[in-house]
């Protein structure tokens, strides 16, 4: 699994070209909010449904430079909720850095 700033267009569009009813000419456009990079940063949480305790955490957490430095492209196709944004404007007002933030 890729997280959105590793995912490769050219794959997907690839993979587009090959569905039926689909033309191989027509061009694939990314809608992820950032360019690709190549990075492989990623995270997977496992939660117990019964209780919702996390048994594992597993990824690769560092995200290359120019992943890190990349500005926002375009606007995200489904916007933050509305608490995941108060938090990190919380961490930002206490201190944390904007990358640490990204990383989860």
């Known amino acids: 699994m890729r997280s959105s700033c590793g995912y490769d267009p050219q794959s997907r569009q690839d993979r587009e070209s090959k569905k039926v009813n689909t033309s191989?000419?027509?061009k694939w456009n990314r809608?992820?909010?950032y360019i690709f990079t190549g990075c492989l940063a990623h995270v997977e949480v496992t939660e117990r449904v019964s209780d919702g305790e996390i048994t594992r955490i597993v990824g690769?957490?560092?995200h290359n430079d120019t992943c890190a430095s990349a500005m926002l492209q375009r606007l995200p196709a489904i916007p933050l909720h509305e608490n995941v944004y108060e938090v990190a404007l919380n961490q930002l007002e206490d201190g944390a850095r904007y990358a640490q933030i990204i990383l989860f």
């Open 24 to 26: 191989p000419t027509k």
């Open 31 to 33: 809608r992820v909010p």
């Open 60 to 62: 690769h957490l560092s």
